[in-house]
């Protein structure tokens, strides 16, 4: 079993539409949960940094961590075709020694 | 601009080649990293430094060698390539080994190994 599951996609919505990215993990050490942005030939950007559980809003985005459940979600609301990217899960304990999802690739269509 | 420059952008070789991949940052970051990304497994460390002269190993170091002899520069060395290091890699740095702070990533190598 892998340590983070990240289902992979492809994902496709129409602009305007809310997008709900998810991710599960097994070590229940980790405190520090981020959500990276990669777009095409591109390195990550951190989208989203929220330590232990509850809700971080940011725009549009919002993060959750459900530590009780190891779920951890990333809500876009009104989508837009600059949106477009794949979307990577991360987490750790206490460092930068993070773990990283497979990524999530979300296509916004206008 | 603060950024974290890779080269080459993409590099194609033949197993037993040796070669560096060159890794700079311009923000004085303490702490830099290695990652390859392969489809279905995500980003995996490779190596990190938390300072000059101090490199330990990540999650899959095997075939790579890296050295930090000045803060800014971190590059990969892969002695003896092996298709099975075809892969995508990335670069990134953060002012130093800390959770909260971000990690900055260059725009990555893509390296074949025939």
């Known amino acids: 079993q892998k340590e983070v599951e990240q289902d992979p996609g492809p994902l496709s919505v129409p602009e305007g539409a809310i997008v709900s990215l998810n991710c599960t993990y097994s070590n229940s050490a980790f405190q520090y949960f981020m959500w990276y942005r990669q777009y095409s030939r591109k390195g990550p950007e951190l989208l989203m940094y929220t330590y232990s559980s509850g809700n971080k809003e940011d725009g549009r985005f919002t993060a959750q961590v459900d530590k009780s459940s190891k779920y951890i979600s990333l809500f876009i609301r009104d989508s837009q075709p600059s949106d477009s990217a794949t979307y990577l899960c991360?987490?750790?304990?206490?460092?930068?020694?993070?773990?990283f999802g497979a990524g999530t690739r979300l296509t916004v269509k206008p | 601009e603060a950024q974290v420059t890779q080269n080459p952008r993409y590099l194609i070789t033949v197993t037993g080649k040796k070669l560096t991949v060159t890794c700079s940052q311009n923000m004085n970051h303490e702490y830099m990293s290695w990652y390859r990304q392969d489809p279905g497994l995500g980003l995996r460390q490779i190596y990190y430094?938390?300072?000059?002269?101090?490199?330990d190993k990540g999650d899959v170091p095997e075939g790579y060698k890296v050295s930090r002899k000045e803060k800014r520069n971190f590059p990969l060395i892969l002695e003896s390539p092996s298709p099975n290091q075809t892969s995508l890699y990335f670069c990134?740095?953060?002012?130093?080994?800390?959770?909260?702070?971000?990690?900055?990533f260059g725009s990555g190598t893509q390296l074949s190994v025939l």
């Open positions: 991360a987490m750790s304990e206490w460092n930068n020694d993070m773990r």
């Open positions: 430094s938390m300072n000059v002269e101090v490199t």
């Open positions: 990134a740095s953060s002012p130093r080994q800390a959770t909260n702070e971000k990690l900055f």
